[in-house]
Antibody
Framework: QVQLVQSGTEMKKPGASVKLSCQTSGYTFTSYGITWLRQAPGQGLEWMGW????????DYPQKLQGRVTLTTDTSTSTAYMDLRSLRSDDTAFYYC????????????WGQGTLVTVSS | EIVMTQSPATLSVSPGERATLSCRASQSVSNSLAWYQQKPGQAPRLLIYGASTTATGIPARFSGSGSGTEFTLTISNLQSEDFAVYYC?????????FGQGTKVDIK
């Protein structure tokens, strides 16, 4: 069965960087895009970008351009999200999700990783 | 970007009743609309895509309708496990955007 398993909780200081992982299984990794989203405590969902494991193409929302980088390792079917210059308002649950083959909705999700940014 | 507005913010429903949730787009998204369910401490789960197509494994009591700018998620015969927050998402225009959510709680 399709599974996305994310790395564990992170605590960071303002200005630091964090790199999260999302290990996938149960499907052909290079056949589906991966997206990342985040959810601040008690808030809604914010899209953070996507990557094609097939060719490495990426796109990010303008708000996060320059601070976020998505990568993949096709040898381990793992996706990564690197967020730099962390601020307190980056505190959130971060989710990876698989992009459906035919359209930009998300059919399988990781369990989420809590990132707390605090001095 | 397209703004998605969900109403109401909270919906109080008794078990066994029907819940009707609304989602409005600031401009037409055709039928490129998905619904997700999120329970406390869990990731969202895809319920509906294409405005009305039920995702794999989703019970038949969940149904979606609408097109253009007005969409509805209906949950018939509400079960205890259905009390959660529901989000709509448009994927017709870049970037994809979500509504702020509707919480369905027990009346």
């Amino acid at each position: 069965q399709v599974q996305l398993v994310q790395s564990g909780t992170e605590m960071k200081k303002p200005g630091a960087s964090v790199k999260l992982s999302c290990q996938t299984s149960g499907y052909t990794f290079t056949s589906y895009g991966i997206t990342w989203l985040r959810q601040a405590p008690g808030q809604g969902l914010e899209w953070m970008g996507w990557i094609s494991p097939y060719n490495g193409n990426t796109d990010y929302p303008q708000k996060l351009q320059g601070r976020v980088t998505l990568t993949t390792d096709t040898s381990t079917s793992t996706a990564y999200m690197d967020l730099r210059s962390l601020r307190s308002d980056d505190t959130a649950f971060y989710y990876c999700a698989r992009i459906h083959t035919s359209a930009w909705f998300f059919d399988y999700w990781g369990q989420g990783t809590l990132v707390t940014v605090s001095s | 970007e397209i703004v998605m507005t969900q109403s109401p913010a909270t919906l109080s429903v008794s078990p066994g009743e029907r819940a009707t949730l609304s989602c409005r787009a600031s401009q037409s998204v055709s039928n490129s609309l998905a619904w997700y369910q999120q329970k406390p401490g869990q990731a969202p789960r895809l319920l509906i895509y294409g405005a009305s197509t039920t995702a794999t494994g989703i019970p038949a009591r969940f149904s979606g309708s609408g097109s253009g700018t007005e969409f509805t998620l209906t949950i018939s015969n509400l079960q205890s496990e259905d009390f959660a927050v529901y989000y709509c998402q448009q994927y017709n225009s870049w970037p994809v955007t979500f509504g702020q959510g509707t919480k369905v709680d027990i009346k």
